[in-house]
């Protein structure tokens, strides 16, 4: 029997650090929320105690490096399952992109196993275990609108943001959390005022969102690439409400209110960029 999960990419809609911790994370404060981009899991039982895991993706490995490999053994070692099985990844979220992919495989794989192996677990007992894996897999196992604190991985479910459509733009480079969270100069940060952002969600007030919305790590992924806050502006041109870099990027993020904004804009940003979306918000968990 084949179990198919669905792994929604994230967004984010604001990203705050606080400061750099003794472990060497940061601690952080952001909202994310999914939208309908999705990678599909599949999982299929094994005989014997292994795990498969292939993707079809050249940049994503196919073996224990893989966040969907890590999550199933965590999986088997926290339990003492012995237990095989094939993970089938079919990728529609970029890779390295600052959409939370990777974390969102690994995500779905614990929900899927919860279910192909009847562990009953919760999601709060999934999302412990997804942070042993990746700071931004808690987030992604519960795949609604949250705010994430700690280096990510406390997570407060907050309402579904108003808003309906995104456009996505990324430019055709991949970029490395560490590397960016490396380069960050604590002091003169940008803070975008997250308080702002939970009213405009309490307030379901789509305007004062988008007047909010920032993210800090933009001052590196910018200086590291000098395309991305390119196509920031363009976005922005196009005429975008909220304008932001998603996560620690590439990837910019475009907020509007309707689909016909969104089509125009995506057909304005598609010369200028080598991979862009429009993307329906889903902000809500559907993942039971
Ligand atoms: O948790 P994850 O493995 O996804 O993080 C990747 C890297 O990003 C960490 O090794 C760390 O260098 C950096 N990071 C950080 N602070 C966070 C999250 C990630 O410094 N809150």
Redesign the pocket.
């Known amino acids: 029997m084949v179990f198919f999960e669905s792994a929604p990419a994230k967004i984010t809609l604001s990203v705050d650090v606080l400061g750099k911790r003794d472990d060497?994370?940061?601690?952080?404060e952001m909202v994310m929320t999914t939208v309908d981009l999705a990678d599909r899991v599949a999982l299929s039982s094994l005989n014997g105690d292994r795990i498969d895991v292939s993707a079809d993706n050249q940049y994503v490995p196919n073996d224990e490096r893989n966040l969907a490999f890590k999550a199933a053994l965590a999986l088997k070692n926290k339990y003492h399952l012995t237990r095989g099985v094939r993970i089938d990844i079919e990728k529609n979220i970029p890779v390295s992109a600052g959409l939370g992919g990777g974390?969102s495989d690994a995500a779905a794989v614990l929900r899927g196993l919860n279910k192909l192996w009847k562990l009953n677990l919760s999601l709060e007992e999934l999302a412990e275990i997804g942070a042993g894996i990746?700071?931004?897999v808690p987030f992604c196992v519960y795949g609604s609108t949250a705010l994430a604190k700690g280096?990510?991985e406390i997570i407060e479910e907050i309402p579904p943001p108003p808003v309906k459509w995104a456009i996505l733009a990324k430019p055709n480079i991949g970029v490395s959390?560490?590397v960016v969270?490396?380069q960050l100069e604590i002091e003169n940060l940008p803070h975008p005022n997250t308080t702002k952002i939970l009213d405009a969600i309490a307030e379901q007030d789509f305007y004062k969102l988008c007047n909010h919305v920032g993210n800090v790590l933009e001052t590196v992924t910018t200086s590291l690439f000098p395309n991305v806050q390119r196509i920031k502006e363009k976005m922005t041109q196009a005429g975008a409400n909220g304008v932001l870099m998603s996560g620690s990027g590439p990837t910019i993020v475009g907020l509007v209110e309707h689909q016909y904004k969104a089509i125009r804009i995506y057909n304005g940003l598609r010369g200028f960029c080598d991979e862009v979306y429009v993307v329906r918000v889903i902000g809500h968990s559907n993942t039971c």
């Open positions: 060497g994370y940061h601690d952080v974390s990746g700071s931004d280096r990510g959390t560490r969270f490396n």
